[in-house]
């Protein structure tokens, strides 16, 4: 477990196929499983068709929430997302265009890469990563 160092960043490309039964959640979080992934210390950007047709940048710390919506998700395409932490903000990058900053709710417990896909219905469903990039500068 990583990031509890004042600076990393996190990219990767991604494209979703189909856009109305799939939710996705990448970035950092302390726990990853469906249930409490957006109830314990997370920096990450969400797409999830039931709540917004759009991208979601998100952080949470200690049971609060801070949420801002960007872009709308057209399927098929490749989406470069990006989570930096500079100090004591978390930076959200969509296509290299800043989208968002977060200066609460920042995680503060030990959190891991991590990339969900919750498939809506029983159909089998598929996400395309094209490059993963993670980085950080350890504290001296």
């Avoid at 990448?26 to 469906?34: D, K, M, R």
């Avoid at 159909?123 to 395309?128: D, F, I």
Wanted: charged share 15%; aromatic share 10%.
């Amino acid at each position: 477990m990583i990031f509890t160092q004042p600076n990393w960043s996190y990219t990767v490309n991604i494209r979703i196929p189909t856009i109305t039964t799939l939710t996705i959640r990448l970035g950092l979080a302390e726990t990853i499983t469906g249930a409490s992934w957006e109830a314990a210390d997370n920096a990450f950007f969400k797409f999830d068709p039931a709540a917004s047709a759009n991208w979601q940048c998100v952080t949470f710390a200690s049971a609060a929430q801070t949420t801002t919506t960007t872009t709308a998700v057209v399927a098929a395409t490749f989406y470069k997302l990006k989570v930096v932490k500079d100090g004591t903000t978390i930076r959200f990058y969509l296509n290299d265009v800043n989208v968002a900053n977060h200066t609460t709710q920042l995680p503060v417990a030990n959190c891991s890469p991590a990339l969900q896909v919750q498939t809506n219905t029983a159909a089998l469903r598929a996400l395309e990563i094209d490059y993963f990039r993670l980085s950080m500068i350890l504290a001296r």
